[in-house]
């Protein structure tokens, strides 16, 4: 190696070398990669690093396992450019790219490779990238494997952080055998708890109007924004703002797990045996299929969830005892109320959403991404979300009022016409009662909840991954 190239490696080691003891720990190592901007290298990627670097198995490294590593892995970094260089003009352009992904059998566009090369590239303005670009970007990459290489590179790419996104994340086998998996699903969970406590008293205010009504109609019924809340305190002082929540947090780690593991096999099944990455219509089909499975196993805690939001003081002595009134009263079936109308509002809330949210960051990343701005700065992922949540909402509204007006239902005897007992036919009775503005009771809390719930679970998101070594870039 040149010495202009050792020196380069040396002035790297004494920068991880924190304490200056001539010794790089995995700690120094973590810290120091970060340090340097090297944001997209996992823990799982620094500890491999550092087993295959330690040749003495002391659990730091010296000056000369440092360098020797280091070299030998540039060299073989050097070795899988030059294999894609095909035209040997130095530099790897986007259409080399494909050529390379092929040769592997998986099957991506150029606009593919090009969102792929933006993540390295970011020294200029070009498209194509260089020798030093490719080895500063994987020099802590633990393989020199072009196939490994590309998985980890194509993988990190399609992880997108979106609030309330219906559609889950994707995976890589090496997340999967590493237990990375769960650790997102964790990080989230965690994240949804946080939030929903939060907004909780919005979540019943919003429930509430939905219900009960707001504003003057032809049936003579009158609930303001103002009397609800004022109502909810009353009847249930501060506490009883959080009526329901319980049973919404619990609900978030069976429906993530089941959400997972169906997304997971509905990809699979539209990909095939072709090794590629879904499309946009095609992560939104697979993440409506996910959505709807889940949405069918927890939904009896839906109905509860609505039930218990609803509930006078005494009226339940906790979740169980819900459970057991309503199944007394109308049998399982009960715990279906609003079945249909929720399934059928998972569609235009997905599609909207991701197609949204997707678009804008796609947007911000034509517009920005050439000054180097590969990721879309968190407050810009918020704005994103938030506004793609909202979209969504929009057009599902009217079926999630029809819903949760029927879940309401469960378990009470109130003599109703039969028009209101079905989703046709109440959402019919509200139409020709209320009008469209019958169909929307609610939004407004609903949408107040949006942005802190984005926010919040953006927030707590962000520092539990960070503490279980769950790197996003």
Same mark, same amino acid.
């Not at 703002?241 to 329901?244: A, C, E, Y």
């Not at 909202?390 to 509204?397: I, L």
């Given at each position: ?10 002035r ?5 070398d924190?304490?200056?003891d001539?010794r ?6 973590a ?5 340097m901007?090297?944001y997209?290298?996992?823990?799982e ?5 550092m ?6 198995k002391?659990g730091d ?5 440092f360098?020797?590593?280091?070299q ?5 970094l ?20 494909v050529?390379?992904?092929q040769?592997?059998g998986?099957?991506i ?8 090369m ?10 194509d990238?260089s020798?030093e670009?490719?080895?500063d970007?994987l020099l802590?990459?633990?393989s020199?494997d072009?196939?490994?290489?590309i ?8 992880m997108?952080?979106?609030e309330?996104m219906a559609?889950?994340?994707d ?12 650790r997102h699903l964790?990080a ?5 708890m946080?939030?929903r406590?939060c ?8 429930i ?9 109609y032809?049936?003579g ?8 809340f004022t109502?909810?305190?009353r009847?249930?002082?501060?506490r009883g703002?959080?009526?329901?929540n ?14 997972f593991a ?9 990909r095939g045996?072709a ?5 946009i ?10 959505g ?8 009896p805690?839906e109905?509860m969830?609505t ?7 005494? +009226?339940?002595t906790g979740?169980i005892d819900?459970? /057991? ?7 399982l %079936?009960?715990? !279906? @109320? #609003?079945?249909?109308p ?6 235009p ?5 991701l197609?949204v ?6 947007k911000?990343?034509?517009r920005f ?10 407050i810009t ?8 949540s ?8 009217p ?7 029927l879940?309401?239902q469960?378990g009470?005897n109130?003599q109703?016409?039969? +028009? ?6 109440l959402? /019919? ?6 009008g469209v %503005?019958g169909? !929307? @009771? #609610?939004?407004?809390?609903n949408?107040?909840k949006?942005a802190?719930?984005v926010s919040i679970?953006?927030?707590v998101y962000?520092?539990?991954r ?6 996003m870039?």
């Open positions: 190696m040149a010495e202009a190239e050792r020196h380069r490696l040396e790297m080691f004494h920068e991880l924190a304490n200056n001539g790089v720990d995995p700690r120094e190592l810290e120091g990669v970060k340090n901007g090297y997209h290298v996992t823990e990627q620094i500890i491999e690093f087993k295959k670097s330690d040749i003495t002391s490294l010296n000056m000369d396992e360098l020797t590593y280091l030998e892995h540039e060299k073989q050097k070795i899988i450019f030059s294999s894609l260089d095909e035209n040997k003009d130095g530099v790897i352009s986007p259409t080399e790219i050529s390379a992904f040769k592997l998986i099957v566009t150029e606009n593919e490779a090009r969102a792929l933006q993540r390295i590239n970011v020294k200029d303005q070009s498209l990238i020798f670009e490719w080895r970007y802590f990459h633990p020199a072009l196939a490994n290489i998985s980890s590179w194509r993988h990190n790419t399609c997108d952080m979106g309330d559609v889950p994340d995976f890589s086998q090496q997340d999967l055998y590493s237990g990375m998996w769960w964790v989230g969970g965690l994240a949804g946080v939030s406590t907004t909780a008293p919005l979540d019943r205010l919003k509430m109007l939905q219900v009960h009504g707001t504003g003057r032809k049936s019924k009158s609930l303001r924004i103002k009397d609800a109502y909810m305190l009847e249930g002082g501060i703002l959080w009526r329901g319980g049973i919404n947090v619990i609900k978030i780690a069976p429906e993530s797990a089941l959400k169906a997304y997971d096999f509905f990809k699979s099944w539209i045996s090794d590629r990455d879904l499309m219509y095609e992560r939104f089909l697979a993440g409506s299929m996910a709807g499975v889940s949405q069918s196993v927890i939904y805690m109905v969830k039930r218990m939001a609803l509930r006078k003081t005494n +009226e339940f979740i819900c459970a /057991k009134q309503l199944y007394q009263t109308g049998g %079936r009960v715990f !279906y @109320r #609003g079945y249909i929720n399934l059928l509002g998972i569609l809330y997905a599609g909207i959403d197609a949210y997707e678009t804008l960051k796609q911000y990343l034509s991404g050439a000054n180097g701005d590969n990721v879309p700065p968190a992922l918020l704005a994103c979300g938030t506004f793609s909202c979209c969504g909402q929009v057009a599902a509204y079926l999630a009022l029809v819903r949760t007006k879940q309401s469960a009470l109130l109703l016409p039969k +028009e209101q007992t079905h989703a046709i036919g959402f /019919k009775y509200i139409l020709r009662e209320e %503005r169909l !929307y @009771r #609610g939004i407004l809390p949408f107040c949006v802190p719930a679970s953006y927030y962000e520092r539990t960070q503490h279980l070594g769950v790197e870039v």
